[in-house]
Nanobody, 122 residues
Framework: QVQLVESGGGLVQAGGSLRLSCAAS????????MAWFRQALGKEREFVAC????????YYTDSVRGRFTVSRDNARNTVYLHMHNLKPEDTAVYYC???????????????WGQGTQVTISS
């Protein structure tokens, strides 16, 4: 089992920045790829970003590429999502998820956090 706990969400104005964190416990953290997904009210969950276990490979959905950066600190068992130039359409509940390799499909991930709300005001 892998337990995941997100933090760092909040309310910011458009153009601002936030950093989300996801702390993991339970298994060897560096064995797992870590992803961020988000779900806006009334919409389906969507893939945001993923970083492989070693941290050397990252993947992003087109709408956040260049604005968001996913990183990890394996010594701290934590993955981060640095979000810049935030837009109202980034408003959603953000979830971290873990599996052995990166995938853009949510149902591929067996481990999920509880989510953290990000709200961007215009």
């Amino acid at each position: 089992q892998v337990q995941l706990v997100e933090s760092g969400g909040g309310l910011v104005q458009a153009g601002g920045s936030l950093r989300l964190s996801c702390a993991a416990s339970g298994r060897t953290f560096s064995n797992y790829a870590m992803a961020w997904f988000r779900q806006a009210l009334g919409k389906e969950r969507e893939f945001v970003a993923c970083v492989n276990g070693g941290g050397g490979n990252t993947y992003y959905t087109d709408s956040v590429r260049g604005r968001f950066t996913v990183s990890r600190d394996n010594a701290r068992n934590t993955v981060y999502l640095h979000m810049h130039n935030l837009k109202p359409e980034d408003t959603a509940v953000y979830y971290c998820a873990a599996r052995l390799t990166c995938s853009g499909i949510g149902r591929d991930y067996p481990y999920w956090g509880q989510g953290t709300q990000v709200t961007i005001s215009s």
